[in-house]
């Protein structure tokens, strides 16, 4: 990696003409292209194990939340069994949508509101007008169409391929940030309860926020409360440049809080070394999760167009903190307003990247070369699925 102390005039000029401190972005039209974005719609979003659900919105059988996975709408529910399913939010008969509301609970089924077609928890069809006069009419191959699930740090994850990919791709994401899986599980998120939820509404594309978070380069300019807290940001090296690297508290921090005061109850897992210590990881596709000792910022986005991207945001603390009715909002303002500093400044982009000087795209400095792996992954998954 190039030196970044290095001035430009001392450094080599590459093939590409460019000084090798800079290397190139992905071109403007990436990330405003409605062809491109629907191209990673469905070899990216659909292809891939994507973050629908907390689990525990899910609470007991019956609870649904529908979901938008690259260009399909997916129903998401806990069966009578306890068992989590999730299905193509798609009525079987003439393809009218099934559920409409974001969230919401039926008894022991969900009946499509245009001819009453029925279906059980599981998807079956187990009813509609005069189904009984057509035996030929298989009650589970004319079920609803079901999706892949898997739960992991308490989340629900769906994956829309016919042959879904194994689930250990995801769980590598963690591994080459922290460099192991017990390094997050000591923080036992999915035991953690849900201090706060804020969804923000992002008129920028999905790409620019996953760059954004990836790298700190832009800290010391735009998030004066984050650096006061972690110093070391302040340098421009994002935590997430160094395998296994949390970023150290200020010597006079408290806590992870808006001010540096005093946090909330420490997760009982951390470690002594993982404590006064910040974890980012990005899980690609559309996930962040951000750890210190005593909570966890849960980051899962939904891309609906070339230019807007839906972000939930979920704050969770030690069950006590919750159930005690102790007050977050201290811990919940940092990051709020390192979200809306972030997604301002992706909001400043997203016009640039139609002007005729991005055509090419950008460029990424030493601190943001990491980026390039990112965009690398990106091209890949379009270029597999281009006919050959």
Not at 224 to 239: K, M, Q, R, S
Not at 245 to 250: M, P, S, T
Not at 372 to 387: N, S, T, Y
Request: charged share 25%.
């Amino acid at each position: 990696m190039p030196d970044p102390r290095r001035f430009p005039e001392e450094c080599p000029v590459t093939s590409t003409g460019l000084p090798e401190s800079l290397i190139t972005t992905l071109p403007g039209s990436s990330y405003t292209d409605p062809e491109i974005f629907a191209q990673e719609q469905e070899h990216i979003f659909e292809a891939m194990w994507f973050c629908a659900v907390r689990s525990a919105d899910l609470a007991r059988s019956g609870v649904f939340r529908t979901v938008q996975v690259g260009r399909e709408s997916i129903l998401v529910t806990r069966a009578r069994d306890n068992s989590v399913r999730a299905f193509f939010n798609v009525c079987r008969h003439r393809g009218a949508k099934l559920c409409t509301a974001e969230a919401g609970e039926v008894k022991r089924a969900f009946q499509c509101p245009y001819h009453a077609w029925t279906y059980d928890l599981t998807g079956k069809l187990v009813a509609a007008p005069n189904l009984t006069k057509m035996p030929d009419v298989g009650r589970t191959e004319y079920g609803l169409a079901a999706v892949a699930t898997h739960e992991w740090l308490g989340y629900v994850w769906v994956c829309l391929a016919e042959n879904p990919p194994p689930f250990d791709e995801v769980v590598r994401d963690v591994v080459a940030r922290l460099g192991d899986t017990k390094s997050i599980e000591r923080y036992g998120i999915e035991d953690l309860d849900l201090g706060r939820r804020i969804v923000y509404d992002v008129k920028a594309n999905w790409k620019l926020i996953v760059e954004n978070f990836m790298e700190c380069y832009h800290c010391a300019t735009i998030h004066p409360e984050l650096t006061e807290v972690l110093p070391e940001f302040a340098d421009g090296y994002a935590a997430q440049y160094y395998v296994g690297h949390g970023a150290e508290f200020g010597s006079e921090v408290k806590g992870f809080t808006v001010d540096g005061s005093e946090g909330l109850d420490r997760i009982p897992g951390v470690t002594e070394d993982q404590d006064r210590r910040y974890y980012a990881i990005t899980v690609r596709p559309q996930v962040f999760v951000n750890l210190v000792p005593d909570h966890v910022v849960f980051h899962r986005m939904y891309p609906v167009a070339a230019d807007r991207t839906i972000v939930e945001c979920d704050w969770l603390f030690h069950k006590h903190v919750v159930e005690s009715g102790k007050d977050v909002s201290r811990s919940v303002e940092l990051f709020d307003r390192v979200n809306r500093q972030d997604f301002d400044a992706c909001e400043r982009c997203q016009p640039a990247m139609s002007s005729r000087l991005y055509a090419k795209g950008g460029v990424l400095v030493p601190s943001e070369h990491h980026i390039g792996a990112f965009h690398a992954f990106v091209q890949e998954r379009l270029d597999a699925g281009r006919p050959r």
